[in-house]
């Protein structure tokens, strides 16, 4: 895991979620509404993270600390814009789950928090299987509501937990992130 440094980093990471959006019109499940969500992971201001293995990019995400959600207590991990690579099993999403639940606990934050899209009720396909799945993972949901991005969300929760054998599994490069203010118009 490492945070997105260069042009073509930042220019595979934005292939990576057109790639997901478009499998996921595909199937006829949602992608976000309003944000250009690969334009974001082109932005240099933006402080990106990748999971890599082997050169090859698996995942990307926006890890922020701390940013106004209008949803959840206290000091947090959060996890916006992630993102895996279509075609991929659970595998990966359960090495971002590790791997966040460890840095928010190396950078002192008790919690990790994140948004899945959620235009159906959180109980129906084809949330209702992701959340299972997460779930399974560890995470906890906390509700549903408007995102950050403006989208109906359900909000999810994880522990942070110091993983000690995790730094075989995944080597972590990322930079801590910065307390962010909210900017754009969370509801």
């Known amino acids: ?15 990576l979620v057109q790639d997901r959006q478009r499998w996921l019109v595909l199937r006829g499940l949602p992608v976000p509404a ?26 990307c995400m926006i890890p ?11 000091p947090c991990l959060f996890l916006g814009c992630v993102h895996t690579l279509p075609n991929q099993s659970d595998d990966i999403t359960r090495l971002v789950t590790l791997w966040a639940s460890d840095f928010a606990a190396r950078q002192g934050l008790p919690l990790v928090r994140a948004e899945a899209l959620a235009r159906h009720p959180r109980d129906a396909d084809p949330i209702a299987g992701l959340l299972r799945r997460l779930t399974d993972m560890g ?16 909000r999810l ?31």
């Open 1 to 15: 895991m490492c945070t997105l440094r260069t042009d073509a980093e930042r220019e595979e990471a934005a292939a």
């Open 34 to 59: 309003q944000a250009d969500i690969p334009a974001l992971f082109r932005d240099p201001q933006t402080r990106s993270a990748g999971l890599f293995e082997d050169g090859k990019l698996l995942a």
């Open 64 to 74: 922020e600390r701390d940013p106004s959600l209008g949803w959840g207590e206290g």
């Open 139 to 154: 995470w906890s949901i906390q509700g549903s509501g408007t995102g950050r991005e403006g989208d109906r969300v359900a």
């Open 157 to 187: 929760e994880l522990a942070a937990e110091h993983r000690s054998g995790l730094s075989a599994l995944i080597g972590c490069r990322v930079h801590a992130p910065e307390t962010t203010p909210d900017d754009r118009g969370s509801a």
